[in-house]
């Protein structure tokens, strides 16, 4: 069993930075890989950025690729999301999730978090 909850959403301008955090409960963190999505009103939820449980391996959507970067701490049970050139578009509540098998990009996560919003003003 595996908790998330996330931190560090908010309000920032257009071109602005954000990290997010991801702090999970169990001593299992390091066998997970994990992921960010994200849902835009009135939109479907959608995949952000990915890594492997060692954090070797990372994948990104087109859309966030050279802008966003996820790294973990398993150390510190943590998995962050740097978020760099905020675009309005990136207005969405993000999420994060961990998969017993290895990174997807597909909504096929065992555990989720509730959810941290990131609002980009223009």
């Known amino acids: 069993q595996v908790q998330l909850v996330e931190s560090g959403g908010g309000l920032v301008q257009a071109g602005g930075s954000l990290r997010l955090s991801c702090a999970a409960s169990?001593?299992?963190?390091?066998?997970?890989?994990l992921g960010w999505f994200r849902q835009a009103p009135g939109k479907e939820r959608e995949f952000v950025a990915a890594i492997s449980w060692s954090g070797g391996s990372t994948y990104y959507s087109d859309s966030v690729k050279g802008r966003f970067t996820i790294s973990r701490d398993n150390a510190k049970n943590t998995v962050y999301l740097q978020m760099n050139s905020l675009k309005p578009e990136d207005t969405a509540v993000y999420y994060c999730?961990?998969?017993?098998?290895?990174?997807?990009?597909?909504?096929?996560?065992?555990?989720w978090g509730q959810g941290t919003q990131v609002t980009v003003s223009s």
């Open positions: 999730a961990a998969r017993g098998g290895g990174y997807s990009a597909a909504d096929d996560y065992d555990y």
């Open positions: 169990g001593r299992a963190f390091k066998r997970y890989a």
